[in-house]
């Protein structure tokens, strides 16, 4: 069984900084792309920032100069790092990975539980 576990989530003012961190654990035998999504209320869950394995990213339009999406491949960690918040940015943020457990010949997706990001104005 494959895990994520997110941290470092919080409150914020606008302006502020936070990053996240999202550790997969479990029986991995590779992990290709990794990603942040983000849910705010009443809004379907979108695509904030994505790497893949050889460190390829790719940002939503309204993240990108703020986000750095960034992976540890020998600790299976995203991270991103978020600068100059903004209000529009609250959500709850969700990791997730594609990944290939041991002994298996296939991708599967994880999703964490996910944390909450609050900016004040």
């Known amino acids: 069984q494959v895990q994520l576990v997110e941290s470092g989530g919080g409150l914020v003012q606008a302006g502020g900084s936070l990053r996240l961190s999202c550790a997969a654990s479990?029986?991995?035998?590779?992990?290709?792309?990794m990603g942040w999504y983000r849910q705010a209320p009443g809004k379907q869950r979108e695509l904030v920032a994505r790497?893949?394995?050889?460190?390829?990213?790719n940002y939503a339009d309204s993240v990108k100069g703020r986000f750095t999406i960034s992976r540890d491949n020998a600790r299976n960690t995203v991270y991103l790092q978020m600068n100059s918040l903004k209000p529009e940015d609250t959500a709850v943020y969700y990791c997730n990975a594609d990944f290939e457990p041991v002994g298996f010949l296939h991708f599967y997706v994880a999703w964490g539980q996910g944390t909450q990001v609050t900016v004040s104005s």
């Open positions: 790497i893949t394995s050889g460190s390829t990213t």
């Open positions: 479990g029986s991995i035998s590779s992990i290709n792309t």
